[in-house]
């Protein structure tokens, strides 16, 4: 399988975030790359550098306010006397329903729904080329290979639109998705991080061309807490297009397996073009964020029984932390995929 990585997608390396308001280290650490191209070298993946692709494709799903916030904020934000080195929130539009503010600070919250996300000056460069990983993950697939990898690092599924969180900026899922739309009339996403995919969600929510689905930890209790129930189901002309299927925290293998069935009905029967597979590893049993109880060769089991729907696959890098494991675990999940 082809896999996609620039050198540059590792310059991005967030200091802190807050965890129940304590400051604690990010975990969304460059060494992740590292260990994500071995655990891709592994499983016999031939890794390419992207080409660029410019604003286009990423612009397609993010709004040009956005972009431009993204592109020059770390620059502004140095002219603020006193300022943090890295771009943090601190203040956010409640309901957003206030007027766009014209300063760095009000737009820093307008844009960012958390602080997992701090800019720093490499971030929008390791964004773009992250981004573009994806994007050429999706052009391989356009041009007939039966499934690619994109090492996409920062990870996307909890950016919006118009939104960062969650230690993602673009969300590489969604504009891999939409890529393939040039292709693919209908194409499916299957999330199975252990987060949500709050970003992806609300991007594809009122549309039945992009089909999104989301295997996590029940937000009732997990980030992101306001989105991932299973009674949202998409509006609009998106109603009966979003299906979540939430776990009881610390579930296991077994339990894992069996909620891919009622995706995968939903998948069948939406008939999808092509599929792109959101890949988290952080469902880890050994992952830091310790939400459910998945095994190593429990991502190869996934991967076998999602391959199996034999669809045309993208798949995209989202969350797994720093652990011994997570370079087997994506070894273990690309082989599994790759040998149906
Ligand atoms: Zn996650």
């Given at each position: 399988m082809k896999a996609f990585y620039a050198v540059e997608q590792k310059q991005h390396n967030p200091k802190a975030f807050l965890s129940s308001g304590a400051p604690q280290p990010n975990p969304e650490q460059p060494e992740r790359t590292e260990r994500l191209l071995l655990g891709a070298k592994a499983a016999g993946c031939a890794i390419e550098r992207p080409r660029e692709h410019g604003r286009g494709p990423i612009a397609a799903i993010h709004t040009p306010e956005y972009l431009d916030f993204l592109e020059h904020i770390y620059t502004r934000w140095q002219r603020i006397e006193g300022a943090s080195e890295e771009v943090i929130p601190n203040i956010h539009p409640l309901g957003r329903n206030g007027r766009y503010p014209a300063s760095a600070v009000g737009q820093a919250g307008y844009h960012m729904a958390d602080t997992a996300c701090p800019i720093s000056a490499e971030t929008w460069d390791s964004a773009c080329w992250s981004a573009w990983s994806a994007v050429e993950?999706?052009?391989?697939?356009?041009?007939?290979?039966?499934?690619?990898?994109?090492?996409?690092?920062?990870?996307?599924?909890?950016?919006?639109?118009?939104?960062?969180?969650?230690?993602?900026?673009?969300?590489?899922?969604?504009?891999?998705?939409?890529?393939?739309?040039?292709?693919?009339?209908?194409?499916?996403?299957?999330?199975?991080?252990?987060?949500?995919?709050?970003?992806?969600?609300?991007?594809?929510?009122?549309?039945?061309?992009?089909?999104?689905?989301?295997?996590?930890?029940?937000?009732?209790?997990?980030?992101?807490?306001?989105?991932?129930?299973?009674?949202?189901?998409?509006?609009?002309?998106?109603?009966?297009?979003?299906?979540?299927?939430?776990?009881?925290?610390?579930?296991?293998?077994?339990?894992?397996?069996?909620?891919?069935?009622?995706?995968?009905?939903?998948?069948?029967?939406?008939?999808?073009?092509a599929l792109v597979v959101a890949l988290g590893l952080d469902a880890f049993e050994g992952d830091p964020f310790g939400g459910l109880s998945v095994s190593t060769p429990g991502f190869a089991r996934m991967a076998e029984a999602i391959s199996s729907l034999g669809l045309p696959s993208v798949i995209v890098q989202e969350g797994g932390y720093l652990c011994d494991a997570l370079s087997d675990n994506l070894t273990a999940f690309l082989t599994g995929y790759a040998s149906q």
């Open positions: 993950a999706a052009e391989a697939v356009i041009s007939g290979a039966p499934a690619a990898y994109a090492l996409s690092r920062p990870p996307g599924h909890h950016a919006f639109a118009d939104a960062a969180g969650g230690f993602c900026f673009f969300n590489n899922t969604a504009i891999a998705a939409q890529h393939l739309r040039k292709q693919a009339a209908r194409v499916a996403i299957l999330d199975v991080d252990l987060h949500h995919g709050n970003g992806t969600q609300g991007i594809f929510y009122a549309r039945p061309d992009v089909l999104t689905v989301s295997i996590h930890t029940d937000p009732v209790r997990f980030y992101p807490f306001f989105w991932g129930h299973a009674d949202e189901r998409g509006e609009g002309p998106g109603l009966g297009y979003n299906l979540n299927l939430p776990l009881p925290r610390k579930s296991g293998d077994e339990a894992f397996l069996e909620a891919l069935q009622p995706a995968f009905r939903r998948i069948r029967a939406f008939a999808p073009d």
